[in-house]
């Protein structure tokens, strides 16, 4: 092999690479987006509205001042415990 050859298949490898991360990346959007979708019907289900979760959480962050970190999908399934 010569040195062309070796630029040329490193560059081949670096952009399968690239494009297997982005499909991924892009799966993996599309199935939190699923996930949060099926925790707000879940929510709904089990009566809970985004009106309360909003206003339970902002009673949670007066009482802790720390910050918050976690996703939306966690705050409601917290709400239906």
């Known amino acids: 092999m ?3 050859n070796l630029i040329a298949e490193s560059i081949k490898k670096a952009l399968e ?3 297997e991360w982005t499909i991924e990346a892009a799966n993996h959007a599309a199935h939190t987006d699923k996930m949060g979708m099926s925790m707000v019907a879940l ?5 809970v509205t985004e009106e309360a979760e ?3 959480s902002r009673r949670s962050r007066k009482s ?6 976690r996703s939306t999908g966690a705050r409601v399934e917290s709400a239906l415990r």
């Open 54 to 56: 909003r206003s339970r």
């Open 64 to 69: 802790d001042s720390r910050p918050r970190t």
């Open 17 to 19: 690479w690239a494009k």
């Open 2 to 4: 010569t040195a062309g």
């Open 43 to 47: 929510a709904k289900a089990h009566g």
